[in-house]
């Protein structure tokens, strides 16, 4: 009898949601190398075949150990022709032509750079790199129109390409919650997104709102966003109402993957408070202009009714392919899963929940948590 691989090989299931993803995995080369296509899949837009990428690279992140031969791949799921190929020259020569030349080709540098923009989305970005524009630097003095969200895309740019650490998310936590209990009292906040999955780093700080008594909720974010701005605190915000009514949702409107929250996209003004720990510059030359004591970080507050609670903070825990896989699964049980809610189909009714895992009881799949979400 075999043992090893293919004894998960036989158990491992196709949708994300069905197996454990582990932060740190086993088999990042290859990932890396899937991802990157997935990504210029995503530059190209042919979705399907960035999904297909992202499946493949998530069935090998769950694997217990490295992948050494192509044997120890089969009967995976996800995992197509031409992944395998792509797999088969990096086990044997050490790297993919196809992925080589992907990454070092003007289109995915330029369009990594253009969307890489806060604001700035493929097709955006597609239209610009046919207009000449390669960096975002090429905006500055060009004629391209730039909405509010992409001028200060632009001006945060290299703020914003750094990663955000978790020490600084925790920052962020205690402002949003001074702010947050200084305009309602017993609010409640919460860490989600890639740091509650138990990521060091993250491109933004994730958190959901919500007040035990259900309303009193209503209307919170503009007063946040007040305090907020009122102490310097806020490079930039747009805050949207929430527009979701369950009477008025299904069948009507299937849920999307957007969901319809009070929420609020920002680029917090994050102080360093190391700031005043550094030395003094010695010259002239490298002045307070280079080294600025803040660092603009993004921001996602969203809002979320108490009986939506454990809907909000499963949707907004990711990963996205978890998410993505979640729903999937949910409309072939005859359900639809949203960040709103989950509805039975077939016995038109609505299946509420108060924690995650009674969605997954819902769903019929054993609980997941948080930290073996990174698919
Ligand atoms: P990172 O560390 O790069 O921020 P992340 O997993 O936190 O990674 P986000 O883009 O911040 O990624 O998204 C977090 C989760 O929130 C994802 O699962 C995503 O599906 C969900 N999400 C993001 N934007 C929206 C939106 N507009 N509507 C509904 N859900 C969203
Ligand atoms: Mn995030
Ligand atoms: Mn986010």
């Not at 915000?237 to 609020?264: G, H, I, V």
Request: glycine content about 8%; hydrophobic content about 35%; proline content about 5%.
């Amino acid at each position: 009898a075999k043992s090893g691989p293919s004894a998960v090989t036989n158990t491992m299931g196709a949708y994300a949601c069905q197996r454990k993803t582990p932060l740190e995995h086993h088999n990042a080369v290859l990932t890396d190398a899937l991802l990157l296509l997935a990504e210029n899949a995503d530059f190209c837009t042919n979705e399907g075949r960035s999904v297909a990428f992202k499946r493949a690279a998530s069935v090998l992140k769950a694997l217990p150990g490295p992948v050494r031969r192509m044997e120890e791949l089969q009967g995976l799921p996800c995992l197509g022709e031409h992944c395998q190929r792509v797999i088969k020259e990096i086990l044997e020569h050490g790297a993919s032509s196809e992925v080589e030349m992907t990454r070092h080709s003007e289109h995915y540098q330029a369009m990594k750079a253009l969307t890489g923009i806060f604001g700035v989305g493929v097709k955006t970005a597609e239209q610009w790199h046919r207009a000449g524009i390669r960096h975002p630097a090429d905006l500055v003095s060009s004629e391209h129109k730039l909405n509010r969200a992409q001028r200060a895309g632009v001006e945060y740019y290299e703020h914003l390409r750094v990663p955000v650490t978790k020490a600084e998310a925790d920052r962020i936590g205690e402002i949003v919650k001074r702010a947050v209990d200084a305009v309602l009292l017993g609010a409640e906040i919460t860490l989600t997104g890639g740091f509650r999955r138990g990521k060091q780093t993250g491109h933004d700080v994730d958190f959901l709102i919500t007040h035990p008594d259900e309303g009193r909720e209503e209307g919170l974010l503009p007063k946040v966003v007040s305090w907020l701005e009122a102490r310097d605190l806020l490079l930039y915000q747009k805050t949207n109402k929430n527009s979701y009514l369950e009477a008025k949702e299904w069948p009507a409107r299937p849920p999307s993957n957007m969901d319809r929250f009070e929420r609020c996209f920002s680029i917090f003004k994050l102080q360093r408070p190391w700031a005043a720990l550094e030395e003094p510059p010695q010259s002239g030359e490298r002045g307070a202009a280079e080294t600025p004591g803040w660092k603009a970080v993004r921001v996602d507050l969203v809002v979320t009714p108490v009986s939506q609670f454990a809907f909000a903070l499963l949707g907004w825990t990711g990963s996205q392919l978890f998410e993505r896989d979640l729903r999937r699964w949910a409309g072939q049980k005859g359900m639809s899963l949203s960040s709103h809610a989950l509805y039975d189909c077939e016995q038109k009714r609505y299946l509420r929940a108060t924690s995650e895992e009674e969605i997954f009881a819902h769903l019929g799949l054993e609980y997941i948590p948080p930290g073996e979400r990174n698919a």
